[in-house]
């Protein structure tokens, strides 16, 4: 975690949560936006499937089954600036799940993209959201390989050979003849690498949190106090 704001905390209106696939991330933002709602504040959490979703991204567009978007334009990182104008004009504070990191900056990595090319999205992104200044959540599993086994094991078919078939066929996973749930493991094993990295350069205040399943009250409550 790197340097809290605490007076402008009072004023924030971004909340971005991220984390590996099966990290707690729906159930972090619900129960954050829950608990804002209840303190009377504004509050509203979108899954990152919402039909008005403030940020499209390829990747949810593809795991909806939507066609590509006639606007070429309709995935440009302009509409991280126009998410940041929206924060700043209104009063409600909007709680995104996966729309940064695991939507819109995975998906150069997962492609094999040059190391620097995915920092330069990361960049790009934080660069436009900064005068929202954001809070960024990371949810990381301390044991990678028992995290994927459960989250396939509670989500069952036909997700899990879904997952295991989207994972091996990353340009990543072929380049280094990876497949099955050795694939996935390892691809979140560099992952996870690669976001330290990022918050290294990271500029936003943010939160990185092990395993928020072993004690939501505990997780809830840091969280709680960082955004407000």
Known sequence: MRGLRNERNRHRRLVLIEGMVGAGKSTTAEHLARWLIERGDDARA?????????????????????????????????????????CLSGRQLLILESAFLQNSVLPAFAADAPMETVKSLFAQIEARIAPADPLLIYLRPIDISAAVARVHAERGEPWSSRNLAAVASFAWSRARGLSGQRAVV????????????????STSTHLLLRDPQLDWAATLQHIFRSVR
């Open 46 to 86: 979108f899954h990152e499937f919402a039909d008005d979703h403030p940020i499209r991204t390829e990747t949810t567009d593809r795991l909806r089954g939507v066609t590509a978007a006639a606007d070429p334009g309709a995935y440009d990182v302009s509409q991280w600036s126009q998410l940041a104008a929206r």
């Open 186 to 201: 390892e691809f979140y094993r560099a992952w996870e690498q690669v976001v330290d990295e990022l918050f290294a350069a």
